[in-house]
């Protein structure tokens, strides 16, 4: 079993950045694909983006298209979602997950394994 853990959430202005960190653990060696979702207050959980094991292929909501980008490290298990020009509709927690192959869509039922979230809120 994979378990996924989020960090590097916070409180933020708007037009600023955070980083945030994905680490995996326990059986790390499969050739998955790893996402980012978020919620907030209110409304569904939705996706934010993907990317694929090799991190040839990326993925990125609308909203987030040109201000996010999301990386990997495979040697450590670790994925991260650059986060830039923030901005008060992007507040919500953050869900890092993992894909059930390599599918990197944004379909939430496809991503098997999920971390408890981290909490990024912008201030405007």
């Known amino acids: 079993q994979v378990q996924l853990v989020e960090s590097g959430g916070g409180l933020v202005q708007a037009g600023g950045s955070l980083t945030l960190s994905c680490a995996a653990s326990g059986r790390t060696f499969s050739t998955y694909a790893m996402g980012w979702f978020r919620q907030a207050p209110g409304k569904e959980r939705e996706f934010v983006s993907a990317?694929?094991?090799?991190?040839?292929?990326?993925n990125y909501a609308d909203s987030v298209k040109g201000r996010f980008t999301i990386s990997r490290v495979k040697a450590k298990s670790t994925v991260f979602l650059q986060m830039n020009s923030l901005k008060p509709e992007d507040t919500a927690v953050y869900y890092c997950a993992k894909a059930r192959g390599t599918y990197y869509g944004q379909d939430a039922y496809e991503y098997d394994v999920w971390g408890q979230g981290t909490q990024v809120t912008v201030s405007s």
């Open positions: 990317i694929t094991w090799t991190g040839s292929n990326l």
